[in-house]
C-alpha cells in the first residue's frame, strides 16, 4: 500500500499494513471531486499501485481501484466493513436492501429475488413493450436528439407504471408531479448534507428540499397503494419480511431517479459507440447477432460503468487485494478503475466488444456494474430486459448517428454521463 509520505513512493508489500497517515496530510476531496479518473490515474502512476491511501472526507482513506481488491471489499458481507454513506443517504432513501449490510442484507435480498425472477420479468414485459414502442413512436427526428434525455424519460415511466401501477395516458399531470418531486430528491446526493434555510435567502438548502420531496413523493406512494390494488406494490406487500415502512421505502428506491439515471447512462453509452460513423455497422450486427449485442453490453458496463464507485469504514482490520487495511479507516472503491486494471482486461482503454467473445461466468464477474455475490442488484433481470428492449426497438425502427463536432468527454459523478447534451441524428432505417 503507497502512501504520500513515503519516500520513494513504492507500495508496501502483500500483507503490510497500510500504516498511520500524519496529520499535517492535506486532504484530497476536492481533488477527488473535481476530477475522480484523473485524481486516480495520478496517484496509481505516482505510488505504483492500484491501491493507495490518502485522507478524503477528512478521514484516513484507501483508494481500491484493482479488480481483485474490489471484488475482496464487495464480498465481506459486512464483516469487516460498513457502509459509509448510510448516514447520509439513509436520510435520502430511508431503510432499504440499498443500505442494509451482512446477514440482513442477505435475507432481504433472497425475498425481493421472488420478485424479479425469469417469470416475474416476463409478465413486467408487457408493460416495457407498451411504453417503449409508444416513445419511439413519438419521437420527433426532424432535429437532433439528445438520447440521454429520451432515455431517462422513457424508463421513469417504464418504472413508475411498473412499480406504482399507473398510466400516464391517463395521469400525465401525476407524471409531471411525480418526475419534478424525483429531480428534487436526487439533488439531494449530490448537495451538502444540512437541512437549514441559506442565510440571507430564506431559501432551504437543497438537501432539506431533497428530504421534503422524499415526504411528498412517500404520500404518493401511500396513496397509490389505498386506490390501486394490482401489481409490483401487491406482490411486495405479500413479503412477509417487509413491514409498511419498509415497503414504502423500497418503492421509493425502485421509483427514484436512480434507476432511470443508471439505465440511461448504460443506454446512452452504447448509443455513443454505435453512433460513431466508422461504428455504425455495429447497429446491424446488434440486431442480426444477439452474442454480439450481448458482447456490446458487456463492455459497455466495463468501460462506462453508470457509477463510479462507493465507500465503506473499516471495523476490524481487514485484507483487501494482499494489504491490511486497518479498522477506523475508510475505502474508496472504484468500478471504473477496476474494469480498467491491465493485469485483467488487456488494452484496458480500449472499447473492445470482441473481448467477450466466447467469455465465461467466471470472467464475466469481474465485472462490478449490477455489485458482485451478496451485493448484487437483485433486479439485474429486469434492467437487462428494459434495456435490451429498448434498444432492439430503437434499432430496428432508426440508424442513429453523432452529430459531429460535439463535445464527447465523460463526468463521472454523480452519474457517467457525456458532459453536455450529446445529439444524435436519426434515419428511419428500410424494411
Same mark, same amino acid.
Given at each position: ?44 502512476? =505516482?505510488?505504483?499501485?492500484? /491501491? ?16 481483485? @481488491? ?5 464480498? *465481506? ?32 435480498? =433472497? ?28 419521437? *420527433? +427526428? ?55 434555510? /441559506?442565510?440571507?435567502? @430564506? ?20 396513496? %397509490? ?5 394490482? @401489481? ?6 405479500? +413479503? ?6 419498509? /415497503? ?63 465507500? &465503506? ?11 491490511? !487495511? ?28 470482441? %473481448? ?18 451478496? &451485493? ?10 428494459? !434495456? ?18 460535439? *463535445? ?24
Amino acid at each position: 500500500m503507497a502512501s504520500a509520505q513515503d519516500e520513494p513512493k513504492k507500495p508496501l508489500p502483500p500483507g503490510s499494513s497500510v500504516g498511520r497517515l500524519l496529520g499535517f496530510l492535506s486532504d484530497k476531496s476536492y481533488d477527488f471531486y473535481k476530477n475522480p479518473v484523473q485524481f486516480f490515474e495520478k496517484n496509481a502512476v =505516482d505510488f505504483k499501485s492500484r /491501491i493507495f491511501q490518502s485522507r478524503f472526507l477528512l478521514k484516513p482513506t484507501v483508494f481500491v481501484g484493482s479488480n481483485h @481488491g474490489l471484488a475482496d471489499v464487495l464480498s *465481506d458481507g459486512g464483516e469487516f466493513t460498513e457502509l459509509g454513506y448510510k448516514t447520509f443517504m439513509g436520510q435520502i432513501y430511508g431503510d432499504n436492501i440499498l443500505f442494509t449490510d451482512g446477514k440482513p442484507a442477505e435475507e432481504l435480498r =433472497d425475498a425481493l429475488s421472488q420478485l424479479f425472477t425469469d417469470d416475474c420479468v416476463k409478465t413486467y414485459q408487457q408493460t416495457i413493450d407498451r411504453i417503449v414502442e409508444k416513445e419511439i413512436l413519438n419521437l *420527433d +427526428i426532424s432535429k437532433p436528439v439528445c438520447l440521454y434525455e429520451f432515455y431517462k424519460k422513457m424508463v421513469t415511466e417504464i418504472c413508475l407504471s411498473l412499480f406504482l401501477g399507473l398510466d400516464f395516458e391517463d395521469t400525465s399531470d401525476v407524471y409531471d408531479t411525480i418526475t419534478s418531486l424525483t429531480t428534487t430528491h436526487w439533488h439531494g446526493i449530490i448537495s451538502v448534507p444540512l437541512a437549514l434555510k /441559506i442565510p440571507g435567502t @430564506g431559501k432551504e438548502s437543497t438537501f432539506k428540499q431533497a428530504l421534503q420531496a422524499k415526504d411528498k413523493l412517500l404520500e404518493v406512494i401511500k396513496e %397509490r397503494r389505498g386506490t390501486s390494488k394490482k @401489481g409490483f406494490h401487491q406482490k411486495l406487500e405479500e +413479503i412477509h419480511e417487509l413491514d409498511e415502512e419498509a /415497503i414504502n421505502n423500497h418503492l421509493l428506491l425502485f421509483t427514484s431517479a436512480l434507476v432511470p439515471k443508471a439505465l440511461a447512462s448504460l443506454l446512452t453509452s452504447f448509443s455513443l459507440e454505435v453512433g460513431q460513423h466508422n461504428k455504425v455497422s455495429w447497429q446491424k450486427m446488434c440486431l442480426l447477432d444477439e452474442e454480439f449485442m450481448d458482447q456490446m453490453l458487456l463492455e459497455v458496463q466495463r468501460y462506462y460503468p453508470p457509477f463510479l464507485g462507493g465507500r &465503506r469504514v473499516v471495523t476490524k482490520n481487514f485484507e483487501v487485494d494482499g494489504y491490511t !487495511i486497518p479498522a477506523g479507516h475508510a475505502i474508496v472503491y472504484l468500478t471504473f478503475a477496476a474494469h480498467r486494471d491491465p493485469s485483467i482486461f488487456e488494452n484496458p482503454n480500449q472499447f473492445y466488444p470482441g %473481448r467477450w467473445k466466447n467469455s465465461t461466468s467466471d470472467t464475466q464477474k469481474k465485472l462490478f456494474c449490477f455489485g458482485y455475490l451478496s &451485493r448484487g442488484c437483485v433486479g439485474e433481470r429486469l434492467v437487462w430486459a428494459i !434495456i435490451k428492449t429498448i434498444l432492439t426497438s430503437l434499432l430496428k425502427k432508426f440508424e442513429l448517428s453523432l452529430v459531429d463536432n460535439q *463535445d464527447l468527454s465523460y463526468k463521472w459523478l454523480p452519474v457517467s454521463r457525456p458532459k453536455t447534451d450529446v445529439l444524435f441524428k436519426f434515419t428511419t432505417r428500410p424494411p
